[in-house]
């Protein structure tokens, strides 16, 4: 991996409120992106309901059409990350033990990716964010879907808050409904 020089290895390319609010032409497709790996809990699928939110599935269908190929990369060691992979018709890298390098390396080269080519998207600096950089990628990073946590991520979520405080996510005021829009 190229030096990250005046950079953070923690500091995500850019910081989104939900997936839905990357411009799939303008943020991956214009950077040269054509191979997306996807954290899997809380950025793809919310960990409230275990579903994935229809504004994420369109995103998903319209980064498709514009010949995007993703690879869910997950920590999760259940069957979880194969069954959504086959709901989402995507590749899967389970057991990931982010920020380790060599998943994101086996997730890119599943789908066929240069380092120049993938992005990683995420929800967690600690583990999406930093993984990605150590692997050579750039990553972008979204909010969790949801707040709910298990307690390991409550601590780094804290921590990771602290560091993300100065920074407020693109396209948070699309994301929330105002009485306006309701009327």
């Known amino acids: 991996m190229g030096k990250r020089v ?30 997306v790996l996807l954290d899997m809990d809380n950025t793809v699928l919310s960990r409230a309901t275990h579903d994935v939110p229809s504004d994420v599935s369109s995103w998903i269908a319209k980064a498709r059409e514009a010949g995007i190929e993703f690879c869910l990369l997950s920590n999760n060691w259940h069957r979880s990350p194969y069954e959504e992979g086959a709901k989402l018709e995507m590749a ?9 390098s060599p998943a994101f390396i086996a997730a890119r080269r599943k789908i066929g990716g240069s ?3 993938t992005l990683v998207v ?3 600096l ?9 692997a050579g990628l750039q990553a972008y990073l979204v909010c969790p879907l949801v707040e709910q946590e298990s307690k390991r991520t409550r601590a780094i979520r804290t921590l990771e808050r602290s560091l993300l405080a100065p920074r407020e996510p693109e396209g948070l005021a699309a994301t929330k ?3 306006e829009d309701v009327l």
């Open 126 to 134: 600690s583990t999406d964010i930093l993984g990605a950089h150590l």
């Open 92 to 100: 899967v890298v389970a057991k990931a033990c982010k920020p380790l």
């Open 6 to 35: 005046g950079v953070s290895l923690l500091e995500p390319e850019r910081y989104f409120a939900r997936i839905s609010r990357i411009s799939i032409r303008h943020d991956i497709v214009a950077c040269g992106f054509t191979h």
């Open 122 to 124: 995420g929800d967690q």
């Open 177 to 179: 409904v105002s009485k």
């Open 115 to 117: 380092r120049n080519s």
